[in-house]
């Protein structure tokens, strides 16, 4: 007699786990409108029904950050506190501070972003989510993307918002303050992006946020030259276009990398 358990497992997408509980994402779910349609009416893996998964990955993580309200508070708290300590430090002087406050905004908007990095797939790797995701119909790397794109909508957008209040506070000249906000804005979404290649090979090792730290570090650099240098670029008169230009371009090209690359990575380490 085939027990309820081997009828669950064998049932399509009947992902459980010990308890017993459903992991079926949201985009299987029967009532969902990707799960009702007519495999006649829209073919597996078509535009609309991608579409649809994608957007709902994305409300879900976002849903789950607003429920543990943890990941924005915390960046954006750790991003503030350093801004604000950093003249303690070296001392009130405004032109001290104004000559190296572009530097010490996105520094610590570095490393505000590498707090919630270890936490991208970690939390969805240990309790099956993650596996549930990669069986389900639409392509492991569109999942990625919806994922990489929670991540910055939680922990990118806020620094870019709160990047101008900073930089009055730090005596940057105002004229380089849009120069600051199109480089946070171009530059955040390729943090989530190399965050998440580093995260994904990471998965399941001891030590992982410390391991991610480590190896995210280096690849940030051109992020944080490129940024900084656009708004002095503004300031001094030179211009900021070339180093927004880069910014944006090392931002397309992480696009196909990302999701290529933790894709593989992720399947390697459900196997």
Request: with cysteine; charged share 15%.
């Amino acid at each position: 007699m085939t027990s309820e358990t081997g009828k669950n497992f064998a049932s399509p997408g009947g992902c459980q786990d010990r308890l017993g509980r459903s992991r079926r994402p949201a985009f299987l779910s029967p009532g969902s409108p990707a799960a009702s349609t007519p495999s006649s009416e829209v073919p597996r893996g078509s535009p609309p029904r991608l579409v649809r998964s994608f957007i709902a990955v994305v409300r879900r993580d976002l849903r789950l950050a607003v429920r543990e309200g943890g990941d924005a508070a915390m960046t954006v708290g750790f991003f503030v506190l350093a801004v604000i300590l950093f003249p303690f430090g070296v001392g009130p002087a405004p032109e001290l501070l104004s000559r190296i406050g572009s530097g010490v905004v996105w520094v610590t908007a570095l490393l505000a972003a590498l707090l919630s990095l270890d936490r991208l797939f970690f939390a969805d790797y240990e309790d099956g989510t993650l596996e549930a995701l990669a069986l389900a119909p639409p392509p492991l790397e569109l999942i990625v993307m919806a994922k990489v794109l929670a991540h910055w909508i939680v922990t990118g957008l806020p620094l870019v918002v709160v990047a101008p209040i900073l930089a009055f506070l730090m005596g940057i000249d105002p004229s380089g303050y849009g120069a600051l906000v199109a480089a946070m804005a171009l530059g955040t979404p390729s943090l989530s992006l190399i965050g998440a290649i580093v995260a994904s090979l990471t998965l399941g090792a001891r030590r992982g946020g410390v391991l991610v730290s480590l190896l995210v570090l280096p690849l940030y650099i051109p992020v944080l030259i490129l940024g900084s240098g656009a708004v002095e670029g503004a300031i001094s008169g030179l211009g900021a276009r070339p180093h927004l230009l880069i910014l944006g371009a090392i931002a397309l090209a992480a696009l196909p990398l990302t999701a290529v690359s933790t894709a593989a990575a992720v399947r390697l380490s459900l196997e």
